[in-house]
């Protein structure tokens, strides 16, 4: 049955999709997850759906206008939150309900049928096109390169800003670099889980490979399988039930969470009933 599923090619994309999801949203998830940017990125993946209006109102790809919209939201976030008295979390509230408000003007001002937004909202990996994977490919091979070539620096900024400008680094600049492929990152797996969900992508792998590991790169490797796993079993899901490919995929890496969890509980039990003995 696997063998005859995989001759459609919507199934091999969204196979494809998976997998690219998993390496894209393991490597800057831990990123996100260790800056403690959750609701940042919150912020971004709402704020792009401004995007998605737009998009659909000119007549463009709705994933790259969205692209340029959350890239331009998130150092819009950098840029306020660091040179004026504007807390943080403030900035986010407002651009979070601003790209939200456009993308639902522009959607109702385009002409002719509104577009159904199911795909966006909630996800829907077996519509991943051609030019998403190509996208996701890139932007996998972008993160892969980056956060090999200046793993040390990421990781001076992940965990101590103060301490990496005493080494001279250009905080700022890495700052702005990373914001960008965060944003880049939700963009292009709104297709994979929806806007709703995306953010979930970012952070159950990671806290998932946190129980185990306190080590950067062993929590992005960590990740990366357990996405790959949560996006199969997933799929597998989806299919039985007829669900939504978005939501099984995230239940999928909720029970993996659970159960790691419980697992981890139920060893510490063992330990500290060895250590009484």
Known sequence: MILELLQYKFILNSLLAGVLAS???????????????VFL???????????IGIGYYLGLNPIITAA??????????????????????????????????????????TPGYAPNLMSYLFGSILTVSTLDILLMSGLSIVLILVFSIFYRIIVFVSYDQEFARTHKIAVSLVNYVLIGLVALTIVLNIKVVGIILVISLLTIP????NLFTKN?????????????????????????INIPSGASIIFSLVMI?????????????????????
């Open 23 to 37: 390496i894209s949203c393991g490597i800057i998830g831990t990123y996100i997850v260790t800056r403690r940017m």
């Open 216 to 240: 950067f790169k062993n929590i992005i490797i960590g990740s990366i399988v357990i996405g790959l796993i949560g996006a199969f079993l997933g799929l597998v899901i989806s299919y039985k």
């Open 257 to 277: 969470f659970l159960i790691a969890k419980s697992f981890q509980v139920i060893k510490r039990y063992f330990n500290l009933k060895n250590q009484k003995m």
């Open 206 to 209: 990671q806290s998932t490979a």
């Open 41 to 51: 990125s919150g912020g971004i993946t709402h704020s792009s759906f401004g995007g």
């Open 68 to 109: 340029i919209f959350g890239v331009l939201s998130a150092f819009g976030i950098e840029f306020i939150s660091k040179r004026s008295a504007i807390r943080e979390d403030s900035v986010i509230g407002i651009l979070w309900s601003f790209g939200m408000a456009i993308g639902i003007m522009f959607i109702f001002l």
